[in-house]
């Protein structure tokens, strides 16, 4: 099993400019995440989906939005990057919302 | 608010000594916390949680529902636990985690 997988691994971007960042999971969980992980600030959480069909808004939901296109897959979206979104972004997901996360390998995005 | 404070951002020790991460929640209902790690040019990863009451790689941590802490020990800290350290903290549907330490262990 491959676990947790994300694409790309690393992206720049220009200010203005929108992409979506891709996540799939292969161990048939419920619960899928976005984070951020900057430094000095940890892992925020930016978007759950508890379950396919459903999706909530995290700590720092502005300026993103997600898709939870299935079970297997959950992606995030940058309508209009800006340089306050340069981060490394971590797609998680676990069996429910209570239990042990598994993260992917995480995506370094650059906003110029 | 419902919130996980890790107070040291670095932590250094010697090979051999004792090692302890802080961290400290603020949940006003039945939480359950957790410890993940983050070695060099590897995936974040579970440590232990603390309902398995279990030691992984030789650490412990005891949740103290009185003075709402989950503190991460070790009594002999080893060149290959240097990482960075997530405390985290799941609730009904919210997740939080801590601003992170990282812990670097001098041979």
């Known amino acids: 099993n491959a676990g947790v997988t994300q694409t790309p691994k690393f992206q720049v971007l220009k200010t203005g400019q929108s992409m979506t960042l891709q996540c799939a999971q292969d161990m048939n969980h419920n619960s899928m995440y976005w984070y951020r992980q900057d430094p000095g600030m940890g892992l925020r959480l930016i978007y759950y989906?508890?379950?396919?069909?459903?999706?909530d808004k995290g700590e720092v939901p502005n300026g993103y939005n997600v898709s939870r296109l299935n079970k297997r897959e959950f992606s995030l979206r940058l309508e209009s990057a800006a340089p306050s979104q340069t981060s490394v972004y971590f797609c998680?997901?676990?069996?429910?919302?209570?239990?042990?996360?598994?993260f992917g390998p995480g995506t370094r995005l650059l906003v110029l | 608010a419902q919130r996980v404070t890790q107070p040291e951002k670095l932590l250094s020790v010697f090979k051999g000594a004792p090692v302890e991460l802080k961290c400290n929640y603020s949940y006003s209902g039945s939480p359950e916390l957790f410890w993940y790690v983050q070695y060099s040019r590897q995936r974040l990863q579970l440590l232990l949680r603390h309902i398995s009451r279990e030691s992984i790689k030789g650490f412990t941590a005891d949740l103290n529902k009185g003075e709402t802490s989950f503190h991460l020990k070790k009594p002999f800290a080893q060149e290959e636990d240097s990482a960075m350290y997530y405390c985290?903290?799941?609730?009904?549907?919210?997740?939080?985690f801590g601003t992170g330490t990282r812990l670097t262990v001098i041979p």
């Open positions: 985290a903290l799941t609730g009904a549907n919210n997740l939080f």
């Open positions: 989906s508890a379950s396919e069909g459903t999706t």
């Open positions: 998680a997901s676990s069996e429910t919302v209570k239990r042990i996360q598994y």
